[in-house]
């Protein structure tokens, strides 16, 4: 399971030699060259002695956080300065116990080793000194610990079913055994928890027992606890520190995933490193927008760099409509956004966005010049009762191709909002006012569930604020009462509290959106003089930020995946999930820079 020490040099010296080169050039190079560090740790980790029984295993109670959190620090400090471990105070624990301490220098996965020991001290002791040839003291990045609290054995290798975060295994017949983050990098745990081991492997094919435990992992600063693989409540930490060292983490991942082209690396596995190569244009540009929301804050030059590949890749789908529109903008010629021969309004909203918002932070004319032919495009899809139509057409001929989305026309209206806070030309908030006008007393007048359309939101707060009318907070008012009412606040959910469930799932992105549209709303409440409204919808969205920050991947909880340090700043797709795509980043960034500037404004 261990890497060889030359191994673990040739990592250090990937870090060095890529330093200058596009972060996302980096990831593609440490992919390929962690077939290295998978290739040493294709076994699992080897238990100390010959056949140890497990019944030497005490079930005692775990040390306190505090002590864990100690001991955690200090092994760090030992791995980093090439000493013993010297602990601020004792630890008053004599159980016989099983850890497992982790070292990775972020370029690949942690290599790991047991140790068996009187007491969690010996214990780590004994796991240093096994993993310490195969470490280099000055690239340590992170270092992690696993005690051992429950282990139970396996009754059928056939029906086996993990929790992917909390179950490992050890597989008795050669002594051996694999944390659930490990078995999550080798794809041997499949998303619904089915354990699938390589065919005819006599080791892994054999697991005797499940163990689960209680980890402490640190990166030299702040330690994360965490039992049986979930963050606790207890954990949540909201301040500006936490969120502002959130959103930094974000905005480096994301301009780091851009590459030469523009494009962002749109969705991968980052525990297995598997890439998809599916694109989505509407996406992309609704990461832009996250990214430049992110740029304003910090004025960062690279992520400056970045956002003018993924514009200028954006524009290589600006393509003249080859249908003809009487009168379009006094003359100019007809161009969009499209993609595979389509136009798609969502994707031509989102570009208007993205577009518009980047004009305004780099005084580009040119970029608001076509961000104006895309708002009169959607101008041109308005009907006399104030809705969009086509949401998806041919490029050629404008042929409708019949699908619709509920949430385009709240963006195309959000978007027209922004285009009108830079040009301050009236028809772009007409237009805007109309169909929002006719979403609320057409289209959604006789619906007995409000959607939760955290785009109309968006779209209600900056109308309101330029053309305030009582439809507006009313429309408000009902989406957020029906967005309250599904939340799940209960407790007992643990970290998915904060959440809503489709199917018992707590997916990411659902509750970033949502989180989103209620932060809007309360700003729309708070400066219409509405102040139970808006303290109702932030605290709503404050549930929900702290479930977001409890899923980003941050140092302390990358340790075993692909490339850790690339990751970081991540958001998976659910707390039991490894796959991270750019609107899970874009949109649960978004809710997180809200929050934060709601509560510096309140």
């Not at 010297?86 to 080793?113: E, F, K």
């Not at 499949?190 to 081991?197: A, F, H």
Request: proline share 5%; charged share 25%; aromatic share 6%.
């Amino acid at each position: 399971m261990r890497c060889s020490s030359s191994s673990v040099r040739s990592t250090g010296r990937l870090v060095k030699s890529t330093g200058k080169m596009a972060r996302a050039v980096r990831l593609a190079f440490g992919l390929i060259l962690c077939g290295l560090i998978a290739g040493c740790q294709s076994g699992a980790l080897p238990l100390p002695g010959n056949r140890p029984s497990l019944s030497r295993i005490d079930a005692a109670p775990i040390p306190s956080r505090d002590a864990l959190t100690d001991l955690t620090t200090a092994a760090f400090r030992a791995f980093r300065k090439n000493t013993d471990l010297q602990l601020t105070a004792p630890i008053s624990d004599d159980a016989r116990r099983l850890v497992i301490v982790s070292w990775t220098n972020g370029a690949g996965p942690a290599a790991s080793a047991p140790g068996l020991g009187r007491g969690v001290t010996e214990a780590t002791q004994n796991a240093i000194q096994a993993l310490r040839p195969d470490t280099k003291a000055e690239l340590t990045w992170g270092v992690s610990i696993d005690v051992v609290e429950a282990i139970d054995p396996i009754a059928d290798v056939k029906a086996l079913r993990l929790d992917r975060l909390a179950d490992g295994l050890i597989f008795e017949h050669r002594n051996q055994l694999l944390l659930s983050g490990q078995l999550r990098a080798r794809a041997l745990i499949s998303p619904s928890g089915r354990y699938t081991p390589p065919a005819l492997d006599r080791v892994l094919s054999r697991p005797s027992h499940r163990f689960v435990t209680t980890t402490c992992a640190s990166n030299g600063f702040g330690v994360v606890f965490r039992k049986h693989g979930r963050p606790l409540l207890i954990d949540d930490d909201l301040s500006d520190e936490r969120l502002t060292a959130a959103i930094g983490h974000s905005e480096r991942y994301l301009r780091s995933i851009v590459d030469e082209d523009g494009k962002f690396l749109y969705q991968l596995d980052v525990a297995t490193g598997r890439l998809d190569s599916d694109y989505n244009l509407a996406r992309h540009a609704g990461t832009i927008h996250a990214l430049i929301d992110l740029y304003r804050q910090s004025k960062s030059s690279e992520s400056l760099m970045a956002l003018d590949k993924a514009i200028t890749f954006l524009l290589t789908h600006y393509r003249k409509i080859e249908f003809e529109i009487p009168q379009f903008m006094g003359g100019v010629d007809p161009m969009v956004i499209a993609d595979g021969g389509q136009i798609r309004l969502a994707a031509v909203a989102l570009s208007l966005l993205a577009l518009t918002h980047f004009a305004d932070v780099a005084s580009d004319p040119a970029h608001l010049e076509s961000a104006k032919t895309l708002g009169a495009f959607i101008r041109h899809l308005q009907k006399s009762d104030g809705r969009y139509e086509p949401h998806n057409s041919t490029l050629a001929r404008g042929v409708d191709l019949g699908s619709k989305s509920p949430y385009a026309p709240g963006e195309a209206d959000f978007a027209l909002c922004r285009l009108h806070d830079v040009t301050a030309d009236p028809v772009w908030l007409d237009t805007a006012e109309a169909n929002i006008r006719y979403l609320i007393e057409t289209r959604d007048a006789l619906i007995d569930q409000q959607p939760h359309d955290h785009w109309m939101l968006y779209a209600l707060d900056r109308l309101d604020d330029k053309r305030p009318h009582r439809r507006n907070v009313t429309k408000a008012k009902l989406l957020v009462a029906s967005i309250l009412a599904a939340q799940d606040l209960r407790p007992e959910s643990g970290a998915e509290m904060g959440a809503w469930r489709s199917n018992n799932v707590a997916r990411l992105t659902p509750a970033a959106t949502r989180a989103e549209g209620l932060l809007a709303a309360a700003r729309l409440f708070k400066r219409r003089g509405e102040t139970e409204w808006a303290s109702k919808a932030a605290e709503g969205a404050k549930q929900t930020v702290a479930y977001l920050l409890r899923a980003q991947i941050i140092p302390e909880t990358s340790h075993h995946l692909r490339v850790p340090h690339s990751f970081v700043g991540g958001f998976p797709a659910s707390l039991d999930r490894d796959e991270v795509r750019i609107d899970f980043v874009q949109h649960a960034i978004a809710a997180i820079l809200a929050y934060r500037e709601w509560r510096q404004s309140n």
